[in-house]
C-alpha cells in the first residue's frame, strides 16, 4: 500500500530517528514516484490528468471543483491499495486551502475525510487545522483514527489532547506505528505513564488482556533515571 506519510516506520527525536513510530511526511515529488510504481498505465494516466486539472484549476469553482470531483474517483481509478495517496496529491496539487479542505472533510466520505488527514502536513503550516483532527478523534471509526494522528497531530496538538489520542487508539486496537513522532512526544511523560498504568489496571481486574502496544508506550513514557548528559532547564512539556 503507497502510505502518503512515507513507507518506513522511523521515529524522530531532535533530528535523531528510532525505531517505532510513523515518519514525517514524504515530500510529494517523492509520494508521487512511490505511486506511479504501483499503478497500471491506465491509471497512471487518469492520474496525470487529474493532477493537471487540479493544478490549473485550483481552489472552488461553482458548487464543486473538479478536483474535488476527481477525489470521489480515486478508489475506483487507482485501487484501494493507492487510493489515499492519489487523494493526498490531488490535494496537494489544487493548492486545497483550509476552507476547502474544511469543506471536503465535511461533506466528504470517510476515505476522502481520511485523505484531507494526511494532506494536512503538506498544506496547513499552522494549527488552524486541529478542529478537523480533533472530529477525527472523536470517531471510533479506525482508520480515521490512524489517520488523525499523524504527523499534524505530532507537530501541533496539545499535550493533554495528543495523551488521550494515544489512549484511543490502545481503547481501538489501532496500532502505535501510526502515531507520529512517538517516541520523542511519548519520552519521559510522566503524565501519560500514570494514565497508561491506570488504564492497565483497569483491564487487568476485569480479566481482559492488556495490548502489548500500552507496554510499549509504557516504556517510553516512564521517567528515564539514567544520566544522559545536561538536564534541560525548560523541562518537559505537560
Avoid at 491509471?43 to 470531483?69: C, F, N
Avoid at 476522502?112 to 503538506?122: D, I, Q, S
Avoid at 494549527?127 to 472523536?138: G, Q, S, T
Avoid at 501541533?156 to 512526544?185: I, Q, S
Amino acid at each position: 500500500m503507497t502510505h502518503p506519510h512515507g513507507t518506513s516506520t522511523g521515529n524522530g527525536t531532535a533530528g535523531t530517528p528510532a525505531a517505532g513510530t510513523a515518519p514525517a511526511p514524504a515530500p510529494t515529488d517523492e509520494l508521487r514516484a512511490r505511486t506511479d510504481t504501483g499503478l497500471t498505465p491506465a491509471a497512471r494516466a487518469w492520474l496525470d490528468q487529474a493532477l493537471d486539472e487540479a493544478a490549473a484549476h485550483p481552489g472552488t469553482h461553482g458548487p464543486i471543483s473538479v478536483w474535488e470531483l476527481r477525489l470521489a474517483e480515486a478508489g475506483r481509478r487507482c485501487g484501494p491499495a493507492h487510493a489515499d495517496a492519489a487523494r493526498v496529491l490531488i490535494l496537494h496539487a489544487a493548492r486545497a486551502d483550509l476552507d476547502a479542505l474544511t469543506r471536503v472533510y465535511r461533506q466528504g466520505t470517510a476515505d476522502e475525510r481520511r485523505a484531507v488527514l494526511h494532506a494536512l502536513p503538506h498544506l496547513v503550516t499552522g494549527p488552524d487545522a486541529l478542529p478537523l483532527v480533533e472530529d477525527a478523534l472523536r470517531t471510533n471509526d479506525t482508520r480515521l483514527l490512524a489517520a488523525a494522528v499523524g504527523p499534524y497531530a505530532a507537530g501541533h496538538l496539545a499535550a493533554h489532547a495528543w495523551r488521550h489520542a494515544v489512549l484511543k487508539c490502545l481503547f481501538t486496537g489501532v496500532p502505535v506505528d501510526n502515531v507520529a513522532d512517538l517516541g520523542r512526544r511519548a519520552r519521559g511523560d510522566a503524565e501519560l505513564a500514570r494514565m497508561l498504568g491506570d488504564y492497565a489496571a483497569e483491564r487487568t481486574a476485569a480479566g481482559r488482556q492488556v495490548p502489548e502496544d500500552l507496554h510499549r508506550v509504557l516504556a517510553l513514557s516512564e521517567p528515564d533515571t539514567a544520566p544522559h548528559g545536561p538536564v534541560d532547564p525548560h523541562g518537559k512539556e505537560s
